[in-house]
């Protein structure tokens, strides 16, 4: 890999990094405030709202200039949306700001691997950029869990900078500080990513015409036979991670008696299943291979309902684990041949546009609906075997739907069309 693909992956695990630490300091401090539970799965509401409100002008805007600004003005973004939680504005709100950073970051983030490495190798940069994503998970849940433990963040409070009022008296403050400098770190990093030299496309005069150009390159990718599958394959993935992060934390504080800090590590325990499973993709499954991994997104809902049957934290781990390692081993082939194809048919911001649009669409239907039942008095165990059949359904569905386009023998021309053969 050539010297530059190691500075985005740097500059994308701090950003992320921050992303899943603040996450747990917004949980925290909504439960501070004895706000009520349902508000709790809202947080990826409202994160994810920009990513479908804005999908048809962040491609655009991030396909118009370089894509290390891009993510530099992004990542500014992020740092002012954790400013306003420092200063007491609601989590909601201010977690909505930084989603706003991170829907601006995405096709960028994305987008320049297309641009920067040949095809050959985007499978294994998604292995990586994947796998690496999934440490800063890991390691961001770990550290918000830990900077919201009361004995570490009084510590870190009691600690004098010589000369220096830091003027932090409170967990809260000293956390977002903290999450913020990573922010900051991340920044520093994209001012050194390396420009691609890709032409830049203009952005469009007006709000019609770049609605327009993203409906255009929306119904391109969903029209693809192969695009079709990939897009619907990780926007399933995207709804049903993002939900399981809340299941779980409910799920261990039921079953195994764990509160938000203990709680909050077994969301780094699908995170490390994820990474061995994206590691796993990245060394066994090839760009035309990638296809063949779709029962293993069955599988993964099947594992699901298991969580019902565990009650220790020795049984608890290896589920988890084997749970985020079928999800890492079937989405990271998915998502390279997802942006192998887009960036053929309209390139790189756009189509990273289109696949966050449909992502975090899944997200906010599949979140906003585990808060209406848990608002409705269902118990999570319910929820849980309810969701875990629900992802084994639909994806049994997209298997069959690729089985009845290899019948229609129009697959093999596309990937071999997108190969340049």
């Not at 390396?194 to 830049?200: A, E």
């Not at 469009?204 to 929306?218: E, P, Q, V």
């Not at 995207?238 to 399981?244: E, R």
């Amino acid at each position: 890999m050539p010297f530059g693909f190691y500075i985005i992956m740097a500059a994308q695990f701090f950003s992320a990094l921050a992303d899943n630490a603040l996450l747990v300091v917004a949980i925290f401090v909504l439960k501070d405030a004895h706000a009520p539970g349902w508000q709790i799965p809202l947080l990826k509401l409202f994160f994810t709202i920009s990513y479908v409100v804005l999908a048809a002008f962040v491609g655009a805007f991030a396909d118009s200039m370089a894509k290390r600004r891009v993510m530099l003005i992004s990542n500014t973004i992020k740092v002012v949306g954790c400013a306003m939680m420092f200063h007491a504005v609601h989590p909601l709100a201010a977690y909505a700001v930084v989603g706003l950073g991170a829907a601006a970051y995405s096709p960028a983030k994305y987008g320049i691997l297309t641009e920067y490495l040949p095809h050959r190798l985007l499978v294994v940069a998604n292995g990586w950029i994947e796998g690496l994503t999934v440490g800063a998970i890991i390691l961001g849940v770990l550290m918000g869990g830990l900077l919201i433990d009361p004995n570490l963040s009084e510590r870190l409070l009691a600690l004098d900078l010589p000369l220096i009022d830091t003027g932090l008296d409170t967990t809260v403050e000293i956390s977002l500080a903290i999450v913020g400098g990573l922010y900051v770190l991340a920044a520093l990093f994209n001012l050194f990513i390396p420009d691609t030299g890709v032409k830049l496309k203009p952005l469009h005069g007006s709000a019609s015409a770049l609605l327009a150009d993203f409906t255009h390159s929306y119904k391109a990718l969903w029209r693809d036979k192969l695009g079709q599958i990939s897009l619907a394959v990780t926007t399933l993935f995207w709804g049903a991670g993002a939900t399981l992060q809340f299941i779980v934390i409910d799920w261990a504080d039921r079953a195994l008696g764990m509160g938000l800090s203990q709680a909050s590590k077994l969301q780094g325990v699908v995170a490390v299943g994820i990474a061995i499973g994206a590691i796993m993709a990245a060394r066994r499954i090839t760009l035309k291979g990638s296809v063949r991994v779709i029962p293993l997104g069955i599988a993964m809902g099947l594992l699901v309902p298991l969580m019902i049957l565990v009650t220790s934290l020795w049984t608890a781990v290896p589920v988890l684990i084997l749970i985020g390692a079928c999800a890492g081993f079937f989405v990271v082939p998915m998502n390279a041949l997802l942006q192998h194809r887009g960036h053929l048919l309209m390139g790189a911001g756009h189509s990273i546009a289109v696949q966050n649009f449909n992502e975090n669409l899944s997200i906010l239907v599949m979140t906003g609906l585990y808060a209406a039942l848990l608002a409705g008095g269902l118990s999570v165990y319910t929820v849980m075997v309810v969701f875990g059949l629900f992802v084994a359904a639909t994806m049994f569905m997209v298997g069959k739907w690729h089985q009845a386009n290899q019948r229609r023998r129009d697959d093999v021309a596309l990937l071999d069309d997108g190969f340049g053969h």
